[in-house]
């Protein structure tokens, strides 16, 4: 299958800092990224979706000025968690998907934990 | 928006038995239904998907049914093995092509 690579793995910040997570999608054009949270032993909670060149859509309850997401690119999509404080601390996965209603593709992961 | 329902949330079954996950939708215009497995520590992976032009499609061990009518579907894993131990998520695109997935099922097979 494709292969989305998701960048950094893991990151440890300080309250108050800002994060970005970097979502590529290597061998394929993603018209369409979905950034998810997921809690341990927990379901992907969807946070966003964003389509390239155009504001991303957010979920209710999800802070757009906290989480946020960039889709400049064909194959980039941004997360930036902004002010991180300890209760953003969570796993957060990004999907790439090249056309609607087919596989979306996801990152590895990245780890965030917020000192 | 559309709600995605996913039975049972735990499975445990002997190696070499069946297993049955059961998932239901409530957006009538969801069309693409994927299942992916999660193993500990790692991404979900894409095992089988169905669109709503089919009602039933088989790949090896694993099928998957939908009944439109009824809005559901389901995972039938057969011949169970270790290696089929994982958390597996249904979905359902709604009406924009977002995923919305389920909450997952916590399969333990044993030897």
Do not use: Y
């Given at each position: 299958g494709a292969v989305v690579s998701q960048h950094p793995s893991w990151v440890i910040c300080k309250s108050g800092t800002s994060v970005k997570?970097?979502?590529?999608?290597?061998?394929?054009?993603?018209?369409?990224m979905f950034w998810y949270r997921q809690f341990p032993k927990q379901s992907l909670m969807l946070m966003a979706t964003s389509n390239e060149g155009s504001k991303a859509t957010y979920e209710q309850g999800v802070e757009k000025d906290k989480f946020l997401i960039n889709h400049a690119s064909l194959t980039l999509s941004t997360l930036t968690v902004t002010s991180a404080h300890p209760e953003d601390s969570s796993f957060y996965i990004c999907s790439a998907q090249g056309q609607m209603?087919?596989?979306?593709?996801?990152?590895?992961?990245?780890?965030?934990?917020v000192v | 928006g559309e709600n995605v329902e996913q039975h049972p949330s735990t499975l445990s079954v002997q190696e070499g038995d069946s297993a049955v996950i059961k998932c239901t939708y409530s957006d009538s215009a969801s069309n693409y239904f994927p299942w992916y497995k999660q193993e500990l520590g790692k991404r979900p992976q894409l095992i089988i998907d169905i669109r709503s032009n089919v009602g039933e499609k088989k790949d090896q061990r694993i099928a998957v049914t939908l009944n439109k009518t009824a809005k559901h579907f389901s995972l039938h894993i057969t011949e169970t093995q270790p290696e089929d131990s994982a958390v597996y998520f249904c979905a359902a695109t709604d009406s924009w092509g977002k995923f919305q997935f389920g909450a997952g099922t916590q399969v333990v097979v044993t030897p």
């Open positions: 997570i970097e979502c590529r999608s290597l061998d394929f054009q993603a018209t369409t209603n087919t596989e979306a593709f996801f990152g590895q992961g990245t780890r965030l934990t | -």
